[in-house]
């Protein structure tokens, strides 16, 4: 299972903190964990990957510069720091995880329910 948590009201330009903790089966299966995001009547979208072994990271162009993924294996935990924000950036994310390495945009297998992030311009 996946919780995430830590959305909120936030103004522009100001940072939030998103964290998604790994329990059962996502925590001994995972080669990917991931950030997506979906805004009010849009598609989700992908926002930012990391490998959990590897730690290595996959940013998605509108969020380069801004927003930092990072993990921590021994809580089993994902993080999403948001530093600042936009309005565009309100959406509910979601985490998730999938089982094997590779394109860290897509194929996920496990999903979080979301956590709301609103900014307010």
């Known amino acids: 299972q996946l919780q995430a948590s830590g959305g909120g009201l936030v103004q522009a330009g100001g940072s939030l903190r998103l964290s998604c903790a790994a329990s059962?089966?996502?925590?001994?299966?995972?080669?990917?964990m991931g950030w997506f995001r979906q805004a009010p009547g849009k598609e989700r979208t992908f926002v930012a990957a990391?490998?959990?072994?590897?730690?290595?990271?996959f940013l998605a162009d509108s969020v380069k510069g801004r927003f930092t993924i990072s993990r921590d294996n021994a809580k089993n935990t994902m993080y999403l720091q948001m530093n600042s924000l936009k309005h565009e950036d309100t959406a509910v994310y979601y985490c998730?995880?999938?089982?094997?390495?590779?394109?860290?945009?897509?194929?996920?297998?496990?999903w979080g329910q979301g956590t709301k992030v609103t900014v307010s311009s």
């Open positions: 990391i490998n959990w072994r590897f730690g290595n990271t």
């Open positions: 059962g089966q996502t925590t001994f299966s995972s080669a990917l």
């Open positions: 998730a995880a999938r089982k094997m390495p590779g394109l860290p945009t897509q194929d996920y297998d496990y």
